[in-house]
């Protein structure tokens, strides 16, 4: 105890510090949650993973808010197609696109050092998804763009 009476928690100095790492306590801080400072590749992927997860979510609610159009008839379609195809919408898709993959491949990255059928290849396996996701990623973008 000290002199005034008032005792200091344990890990209060550890809590304390500066820092998504060295933060502890109920929960990381908000701006820690997506801060890359201190994290290694695998961090920083996850970090990506959970933003392009909640990316994924939103745009599931936002098609299916779109879906909806088709209850004002075929014209209000026509007219939401007509925009839905410009460059700025395909490039969009394009967007998209990398979220799926990212998250896809990651999620298959973390699944596999998790579960340790490759626990000590975590930077090959980035990298390797990074490639073929990029394949991919490119000829998605040349099939969308190619195809209007």
């Known amino acids: 105890?000290?002199?005034?009476?008032?005792?200091?928690?344990?890990?209060?100095r550890e809590r304390a510090a500066p820092g998504p790492v060295l933060h502890k306590g109920i929960g990381p801080a908000p701006s820690g949650w997506l801060d890359p400072r201190g994290r290694s590749l695998g961090g920083r992927a996850f970090a990506l993973n959970r933003v392009t997860g909640l990316a994924?979510?939103?745009?599931?609610?936002?098609?299916?808010?779109?879906?909806?159009?088709?209850?004002?008839?075929?014209?209000?379609?026509?007219?939401?197609?007509?925009?839905?195809?410009?460059?700025?919408?395909?490039?969009?898709?394009?967007?998209?696109?990398?979220?799926?993959?990212?998250?896809?491949l990651n999620g298959i990255r973390v699944g596999l050092v998790g579960s340790g059928v490759a626990p000590d290849r975590q930077r090959v396996l980035f990298w390797a998804?990074?490639?073929?996701?990029?394949?991919?990623?490119?000829?998605?973008?040349f099939h969308v763009f190619g195809a209007g």
């Open 129 to 141: 998804g990074a490639a073929v996701g990029g394949v991919v990623l490119a000829y998605g973008a």
């Open 56 to 104: 994924l979510v939103l745009y599931l609610y936002l098609h299916l808010g779109v879906l909806s159009i088709l209850l004002f008839g075929a014209s209000a379609w026509d007219d939401l197609l007509g925009v839905a195809t410009s460059t700025a919408f395909l490039g969009l898709d394009v967007v998209l696109l990398f979220g799926l993959l990212f998250h896809g």
């Open 1 to 12: 105890m000290s002199g005034t009476g008032v005792t200091e928690l344990p890990g209060a």
